[in-house]
């Protein structure tokens, strides 16, 4: 395999548009002050104005500096003066049969990314990216295939969230009676890339995010997902204090390394290990392993048996994930019925296995299948083009 297994690689460095106005969508409290007194707000006033530009911006979703009403005329001149506040911008908008909503969201320097909302009877999930791409070349996974771009800045995270809540018309109305349904109840980082390789962004959005006086969504209602990055995981219980999820979807090195490479860097022992220490860990906070199941390779009862075994002493539950199929992908997916054998061994040993319904399948929106469509059409522009021999 060519692509490098983790990120011992430069990132190509971001291009950003140079503009004078700071974009005020994720900068963190701290930062968001600094960047107030900078622009002139008196020391005496920044905490007051702070907590009132953040409330405009996160709990009530406005974007324009004229309509913060309780804020002066003259202060709301400066805040046009210094700052925006500005989105990644929906390229389009895709809606499944089951009611999957997939936006393809362009950021700055022209890239792109895929977000997706996934609506259920009980809860609202956001699957938000964090790169453009992946490094890590999983081989049942669609990102996996298109190479790392670029990190996503700390904005463009927080910046997913608050485009889906404007497409599903979810900010709250002044004067309104409060609603307590909330259509994102949840958010995943599961979608474009590895969280644990852009931890920094990913840490400030999710403060944002988590901020009660904003958006407000519980620690607990967010998952972030990783291949194994150890030397990062118990920062996550430490920094950000969300919930954990791991792309395991093997039970020995030898097919993991296939599957996730990631493990040839830190093998199943090595990562096991780094999650038995994870700061925490309860079985009200339990771990999440995903298990993609694909026919023939990781699917046997044996497999199962093996499961059970590398999870003892953890507080733990296995989400099974049938396989999403894509064009060219290499795999296919479990039978149903070996997918509820292998079920049936984790549940019997104690551990909640929830089998992950496919969703949007239809608009390619499903697990391990988001990749930008630009990127797919530049690969067939460029088959195209050396077929008619022009490059």
Same mark, same amino acid.
């Given at each position: 395999?060519?692509?490098?297994?983790t990120?011992d690689v430069?990132?190509?460095?971001?291009?950003?548009?140079?503009?004078?106005?700071?974009?005020? $969508?994720g900068?963190?409290?701290?930062?968001?002050?600094a960047?107030?007194?900078?622009?002139?707000?008196?020391?005496?006033?920044a905490?007051?104005?702070?907590?009132?530009?953040w409330?405009? +911006? @996160?709990?009530w979703?406005?974007?324009?500096? #004229?309509?913060?009403?309780?804020?002066?005329?003259?202060y709301?001149?400066?805040? #046009?003066?210094? /700052?925006?506040?500005?989105l990644?911008?929906? +390229?389009?908008r895709?809606i499944?049969?089951?009611?999957?909503?997939?936006y393809? $969201?362009r950021i700055?320097?022209?890239?792109?990314?895929?977000?997706v909302y996934i609506p259920?009877?009980?809860?609202?999930?956001l699957c938000?990216?964090?790169?453009?791409?992946?490094?890590?070349?999983?081989?049942?996974?669609?990102?996996?295939?298109?190479?790392?771009v670029?990190?996503?800045?700390? !904005?463009?995270?927080?910046?997913?969230?608050?485009l889906?809540?404007?497409? *599903?018309?979810e900010?709250?109305?002044? !004067?309104a009676?409060?609603?307590?349904?909330?259509?994102?109840?949840?958010?995943?980082?599961m979608?474009?890339?590895?969280?644990?390789?852009?931890f920094? &962004?990913?840490r400030? #959005?999710?403060k $944002? $995010?988590?901020?009660?006086?904003?958006?407000? *969504?519980?620690?607990?209602r967010?998952? *972030?997902?990783?291949?194994?990055?150890?030397?990062?995981?118990?920062?996550t219980?430490?920094?950000i204090g969300c919930?954990?999820?791991v792309?395991?979807h093997a039970?020995?090195?030898e097919?993991?390394?296939q599957?996730?490479?990631i493990?040839?860097r830190? &093998?199943i022992?090595?990562?096991l290990?780094a999650?038995?220490a @994870?700061p925490?860990?309860?079985n009200?906070?339990?771990?999440? /392993?995903e @298990?993609v199941?694909?026919d023939?390779?990781n699917?046997?009862?044996e497999?199962a048996?093996?499961?059970?075994?590398?999870?003892?002493g953890i507080?733990?539950?296995?989400?099974l994930i049938? /396989?999403?199929e894509w064009? !060219?992908a290499p795999?296919?997916r479990?039978?149903g019925?070996?997918?509820h054998a /292998?079920?049936?061994?984790?549940?019997?040993a !104690?551990?909640?296995?929830p089998i992950?319904?496919?969703?949007?399948e239809d608009?390619?929106?499903a697990?391990g299948?988001?990749?930008?469509?630009?990127?797919?059409?530049?690969?067939?522009?460029?088959?195209?083009?050396a077929?008619a021999? *022009?490059?």
């Amino acid at each position: 395999m060519t692509a490098p297994i983790t990120q011992d690689v430069l990132t190509i460095p971001r291009k950003l548009p140079e503009q004078a106005k700071t974009n005020i $969508v994720g900068l963190t409290r701290d930062a968001l002050r600094a960047a107030l007194i900078a622009a002139g707000t008196p020391e005496k006033q920044a905490k007051m104005r702070l907590g009132q530009v953040w409330q405009w +911006v @996160y709990h009530w979703g406005v974007r324009d500096f #004229a309509l913060m009403t309780n804020l002066a005329k003259d202060y709301r001149a400066l805040l #046009a003066e210094h /700052f925006v506040i500005e989105l990644p911008e929906v +390229v389009t908008r895709q809606i499944s049969e089951d009611g999957t909503r997939k936006y393809l $969201v362009r950021i700055a320097g022209g890239h792109e990314v895929e977000v997706v909302y996934i609506p259920e009877t009980d809860r609202g999930t956001l699957c938000i990216s964090s790169q453009v791409g992946c490094t890590l070349t999983c081989s049942f996974c669609h990102t996996g295939t298109q190479k790392l771009v670029r990190n996503l800045t700390a !904005g463009e995270i927080v910046g997913q969230v608050m485009l889906a809540r404007d497409d *599903l018309d979810e900010w709250p109305v002044q !004067g309104a009676p409060k609603e307590e349904v909330r259509l994102i109840s949840n958010i995943v980082l599961m979608g474009m890339g590895e969280p644990l390789y852009n931890f920094e &962004n990913v840490r400030d #959005a999710m403060k $944002v $995010v988590m901020d009660g006086e904003g958006i407000a *969504l519980g620690r607990r209602r967010i998952t *972030l997902s990783t291949s194994g990055v150890v030397p990062e995981i118990a920062r996550t219980a430490i920094e950000i204090g969300c919930l954990l999820a791991v792309s395991f979807h093997a039970t020995t090195d030898e097919v993991r390394d296939q599957l996730v490479p990631i493990n040839k860097r830190w &093998n199943i022992a090595t990562l096991l290990e780094a999650l038995k220490a @994870y700061p925490g860990l309860s079985n009200s906070e339990r771990i999440t /392993f995903e @298990y993609v199941m694909l026919d023939g390779v990781n699917d046997t009862k044996e497999d199962a048996h093996r499961l059970v075994k590398l999870l003892e002493g953890i507080p733990a539950k296995v989400n099974l994930i049938p /396989f999403n199929e894509w064009p !060219g992908a290499p795999y296919k997916r479990s039978s149903g019925n070996r997918i509820h054998a /292998f079920a049936d061994i984790i549940y019997h040993a !104690g551990y909640a296995t929830p089998i992950r319904t496919p969703r949007g399948e239809d608009i390619m929106a499903a697990c391990g299948q988001l990749k930008s469509a630009t990127e797919r059409a530049r690969k067939s522009k460029a088959e195209i083009a050396a077929e008619a021999g *022009l490059t």
